[in-house]
T-cell receptor
Framework: GAVVSQHPSRVICKSGTSVKIECRSL??????MFWYRQFPKQSLMLMATSNEGSKATYEQGVEKDKFLINHASLTLSTLTVTSAHPEDSSFYIC???????????????FGNGTRLTVT | GEDVEQSLFLSVREGDSSVINCTYT??????LYWYKQEPGAGLQLLTY?????DMKQDQRLTVLLNKKDKHLSLRIADTQTGDSAIYFC????????????FGKGTTLSVSS
């Protein structure tokens, strides 16, 4: 089945530093990837939609200069949390939709998430 | 706006059936999904149903859809301790290429 690999699974960084999270679709091409953030015991909040070869679309309230998204190829999207602060500590999950599937209604496949802790 | 509601907790005994319910608001949703999340992990797609279907069965999983009431349910037969997890209901936004809207998740606890 479709596999999405997310790396790293866990990262601890100091306040003010930047962290890059990678999301790869391993056996399919993904023109669109999504980045979600999940707070403890809460649902997933969509942060942004990452489109291959173009700028990401950010949801309201998400700072695009803080959460930099790059989708340089059909199998890789990266999320960089710049100048991280403790309030950025969260579980970040990426997902991807198979470009060869049923279009907008193809199931999303998720990575295993990245637990970011900013000290 | 779109909204997906789920009950937060469900506790069952091993071997019983579990039924997790979900309501959604976007009547134009074409697909509805159930995802499973184990502790510290990402989301695993369990099953999905097209809006013109009433029921879909896949081994121990049965999905029922009442489009009139915008109600979706997931039944897990012969629930096992390994089924303990958080189950998320999600609906698709109608525009092409966009993401899913998730409920807050139902924590299923299975006791032996």
């Amino acid at each position: 089945g479709a596999v999405v690999s997310q790396h790293p699974s866990r990262v601890i960084c100091k306040s003010g530093t930047s962290v890059k999270i990678e999301c790869r679709s391993l056996d399919f091409q993904a023109t669109t990837m999504f980045w979600y953030r999940q707070f403890p015991k809460q649902s997933l909040m969509l942060m942004a939609t990452s489109n291959e070869g173009s700028k990401a679309t950010y949801e309201q309230g998400v700072e695009k200069d803080k959460f930099l998204i790059n989708h340089a190829s059909l199998t890789l999207s990266t999320l960089t949390v710049t100048s991280a602060h403790p309030e950025d500590s969260s579980f970040y999950i990426c997902s991807a939709r198979d470009a060869s599937g049923q279009g907008a209604n193809s199931p999303l496949h998720f990575g295993n998430g990245t637990r970011l802790t900013v000290t | 706006g779109e909204d997906v509601e789920q009950s937060l907790f469900l506790s069952v005994r091993e071997g019983d059936s579990s039924v997790i319910n979900c309501t959604y608001t976007d009547s134009s949703s074409t697909y509805l999904y159930w995802y499973k999340q184990e502790p510290g992990a990402g989301l695993q797609l369990l099953t999905y149903i097209f809006s013109n279907m009433d029921m879909k069965q896949d081994q121990r999983l049965t999905v029922l859809l009442n489009k009139k009431d915008k109600h979706l349910s997931l039944r897990i037969a012969d629930t096992q301790t390994g089924d303990s997890a958080i189950y998320f209901c999600a609906e698709s936004i109608t525009q092409a290429g966009t993401a899913l809207i998730f409920g807050k998740g139902t924590t299923l606890s299975v006791s032996s």
